[in-house]
């Protein structure tokens, strides 16, 4: 009877504390929003947008509205994956084979990557559409700092941290990522953003001329970029009208997350400016996102 009494009053206690949490929820967003929107479900997951922390992509409750993310993306959710950063088999529970087969498995991944560039070929003039607006949102956010002659934009660009692993074929690479960044970041937004803004722009990618120059055979943007490769730092520098001062004080990062080709994510490197865009009856819809406290 006792313990009867205790789940009881647990769960009240627990009841009590969650919805005085998710007032608190409301309360926050309505300082932002209008009440309709605090209590749309626009990705019919079941969580209001002012629960639901991806309020434009449906997911579990139990994930806060997010969908399970597979980092290693071997087909098996993290929370099943007892090998989550490193891509594997379903019957060894996500975790790789230790037989030597990394030659089928990334012949696999080249015809996946090559069904998927066959698959979002025409993904560029989409971009197009909304990679200035993306652009120009996050420069309103660093009103402060474009101000300075010395300030430069700092754009995350194609990832090659490739890294060993012996236990594992997968080579630490994200060719997808790659294909759909130099999309987005083409060579049209990079110029609207050099004549707009005429700051130094700086992309993140460190790698030989060679590579580079292997890469940009069919490319447009990596024949445009090349041009502007700095030996020295082995980076990607496009001048602006003053020379800018390298430092965190002067530095305006974009970076773009892909979270499927048609649902985006663009943030600052603090996460203090997030929005999200998403494609749908082709037109690119925006989704201004509150940062987690």
Known sequence: MKKITFLLIFSGAYFYAQNTEDKEAFKKCRKEFNKKICLADEDKDNLPFYLDKCPTESGPIENLGCPWPDTDKDGILDKDDACPAIPGLPELNGCPSKKNDCKEYREKANTRFQKFKTDYADIEPIY??????????MMKGYTKTLASKSSYIYIKYISNNA??????????????????????????????????????????????????????????????????????????????KNKSTIGANFSMPIIVTFINPYLIKVEDAKKEMIISYEYKDGQWKFNKQQPDN
């Open 163 to 240: 890294y060993f692993d012996e236990h594992s074929c997968y080579d630490g690479t994200d060719p997808e990522y790659n294909f759909l960044i130099t999309k987005f970041w083409n060579k049209n937004v990079l110029e609207y953003a050099h004549t707009k803004y005429g700051k130094d722009i700086y992309l993140s990618t460190k790698f030989p001329y060679e590579d580079l120059n292997a890469l940009r055979a069919n490319n447009e943007t990596l024949d445009y970029i090349i041009k502007y490769y700095d030996q020295e730092t082995m980076k990607i520098k496009i001048p602006g």
């Open 128 to 137: 197009d559409k909304i990679n200035t607006i993306a652009l120009d949102y």
